[in-house]
């Protein structure tokens, strides 16, 4: 039935966190500049994902 499941804003962040990094991971072995780039990027999704965890516990 996880069909009609929507999908929250959590695991939209989630998914793209994981598809930077991944992407990150394989351009770093031929280009480190935008590697680095990439990867700054996750981490800033990552603090959005942090930070949505805090609000859904506290409710």
Do not use: C, G, P
């Amino acid at each position: 039935m996880n069909w009609f499941k929507k999908e929250t804003k959590l695991d939209k962040l989630k998914k793209r966190y994981k598809n930077l990094m991944r992407k990150s991971y394989e351009i770093a072995l031929s280009d480190k500049e935008k590697s680095d780039y990439i990867h700054h990027k996750a981490e800033e999704v990552y603090k959005q994902i942090k930070s949505l965890r805090y609000q859904y516990a506290d409710n």
